[in-house]
């Protein structure tokens, strides 16, 4: 009888720390599903795209992705320009301060402007350079001067739809921090079916339009950031019942000297770190392609495919950041708390079934894609290995964006970038230049330490000193 009222009990606390009632699930599929529809679309179409640009040759598909991850690097760091204003943004929204939301949407818009420069800059002077990092594995010298040709042609292109990227961000982010996700998930979904078709025509020339191949592929991509880009800012400017911050939003770009400061102060780890951490996850893909040629096209198949079924737990972070975020806006700590238990244990559980469907899909996928065989079961090691890992990484994003929301920004800077390339990038530098290890050994091996992150992770949760209001001096002030 003991035992079992001791095993009873332990079930008991096991469900109230990780198990959600029907209203805390419902709450979060209100703010998960808009998100994991966008993003699935959103990767679905990067995938048909990627065959597409594969139809018309592997040289040029591998030359995509390189200039795709030039591309990763930017996305990743305007998303950490507005992260740090976009913590605010969740917390003043739980606080009901339209005014202070007024205020993060401004300092995000200074911030886009900054990051903008600074990435045309960088592009324009030295994409030949960066794209050619990833040429210097073992393989015919001709299809790197070609992957080098097709890489600038699309890199070049490209560069038109910065601006219109960065201006949805940060408009889609305010959006997502009021718990309005619907309005970028319809305005996403119309922006890469707009993608879709343009790719098909301008790829392959079809209803009298050229035939541009990556060129054309290119020109899609731009054409549908600025259609998504319209589609929020009409919608968003035409309701502002519903919008209440929009009200008055030009009337000025000054944001309060005060806030600037602190935003900055909190915010500039998160730029950093997702700069960083993103060259660390590019660098990290060169030194595997030190191996060869080859390992560029399998790791471009293997990140599209990979991609579309880490839509879970990459949208569950949104749903961490905005519940726990306003749960900490409104002074209720023990929820936040509560949130961020029931929701690290969601994502791990759905991460564990979708990780398993990938292993068994892994194989019939590779095959959709137009190249020798060697490459696709190089795909598929690839895939499997991280869906192997997915329900770590599950554990790492959700730790992430919960000590972020408390603001313990300088801590996510560490648990993410330094850990990245003071572990990650030397162990796997190391192993590529010394260990006599195949790339087959290599990949799974370089990825082990993020167990041991995990971890910490699920320590700093469990110590509960991330969960602070950061919004209540500044209503004071």
Not at 110 to 137: H, M, N, R, Y
Not at 286 to 301: D, M, P
Not at 426 to 455: G, H, Q
Request: include cysteine; glycine fraction near 8%.
């Amino acid at each position: 009888m003991e035992k079992a009222s001791y095993l009873s009990n332990i079930f008991a606390k096991f469900k109230r720390t990780f198990i959600g009632d029907r209203e805390f699930y419902k709450t979060v599929m209100v703010l998960v599903i808009p998100i994991i529809i966008q993003n699935s679309i959103s990767n679905f179409v990067n995938l048909l795209d990627n065959i597409m640009v594969g139809q018309v040759g592997t040289a040029e598909m591998s030359g995509v992705a390189i200039a795709n991850q030039l591309i990763f690097v930017f996305n990743l760091t305007v998303f950490g320009g507005l992260a740090g204003a976009g913590i605010f943004g969740a917390q003043f929204f739980g606080a009901g301060d339209n005014e202070g939301l007024r205020h993060t949407f401004r300092y995000k818009l200074w911030a886009s402007v900054v990051i903008f420069a600074v990435a045309l800059t960088v592009f324009l002077s030295g994409g030949d350079s960066l794209i050619s990092l990833f040429l210097k594995g073992d393989g015919d010298p001709l299809e790197a001067a070609a992957m080098l040709e097709h890489g600038r042609a699309y890199l070049r292109i490209m560069l038109w739809g910065l601006l219109p990227f960065i201006l949805s961000q940060v408009y889609g982010s305010t959006l997502r921090e009021t718990g309005e996700t619907m309005l970028p998930m319809k305005a996403s979904i119309v922006a890469v079916l707009t993608n879709l078709c343009f790719n098909y025509v301008l790829i392959f020339g079809k209803l009298g339009f050229p035939k541009l191949g990556v060129e054309g592929a290119a020109i899609a991509t731009v054409i549908s950031r600025y259609v998504e880009l319209v589609i929020i800012v009409v919608y968003t400017h035409r309701h502002t019942a519903r919008f209440g911050f929009v009200v008055g939003l030009y009337r000025s770009m000054r944001v309060p000297r005060g806030l600037a400061l602190t935003i900055s102060q909190k915010g500039m780890p998160l730029l950093v770190n997702e700069l960083m951490w993103s060259i660390g996850v590019s660098t990290l893909t060169q030194i595997f392609s030190t191996y060869e040629l080859n390992v560029v096209a399998a790791l471009n198949i293997s990140n599209t495919i990979t991609n579309l079924f880490n839509v879970v737990f990459i949208s569950m972070g949104t749903a961490v950041a905005v519940m726990v975020g306003q749960a900490l806006g409104s002074g209720d700590m023990s929820r936040a708390k509560e949130y961020s238990w029931k929701l690290i244990f969601f994502s791990v559980c759905t991460c564990i079934v979708i990780g398993t469907i990938l292993v068994v899909v892994a194989p019939v996928i590779s095959q959709i894609y137009n190249t020798t065989e060697y490459v696709r079961s190089l795909a598929v090691h690839f895939m499997r290995i991280s869906a192997l890992y997915m329900p770590i990484f599950a554990i790492s994003h959700c730790t992430y964006f919960t000590i972020r929301s408390g603001g313990k920004t300088f801590i996510t800077f560490v648990f993410d970038s330094v850990y990245t390339w003071v572990i990650i990038v030397p162990l796997a530098y190391l192993i590529a230049k010394y260990a006599n290890f195949s790339i087959y050994t290599a990949y799974p091996v370089c990825y082990l330490p993020d167990v041991f992150k995990s971890v910490i992770g699920v320590y700093i949760i469990k110590k509960g000193k991330w969960a602070q209001n950061i919004v209540a001096k500044q209503q004071r002030a």
